[in-house]
């Protein structure tokens, strides 16, 4: 994933977002990567793509 990350802003991107992190690795990628969760941001746009019900 950081060499993933080091390439990306190597090309020039400022961010990269990950689509969806469960509870268990949302910690990993916040002290691995220094992310932050966006804010109202489940269940997103891909909601039937990840198989979670609509009246959740």
Known sequence: M???LYAMREE???YAIIGWS???N???YS???NAIEIENS???IY???IGIKENI
């Open 26 to 28: 949302t910690a990993f």
């Open 47 to 49: 909601i039937n793509a």
């Open 42 to 44: 489940f269940p997103g």
């Open 2 to 4: 950081l060499y993933a």
């Open 31 to 33: 002290k691995v990567a």
């Open 22 to 24: 469960s509870e268990k």
């Open 12 to 14: 020039g991107y400022a």
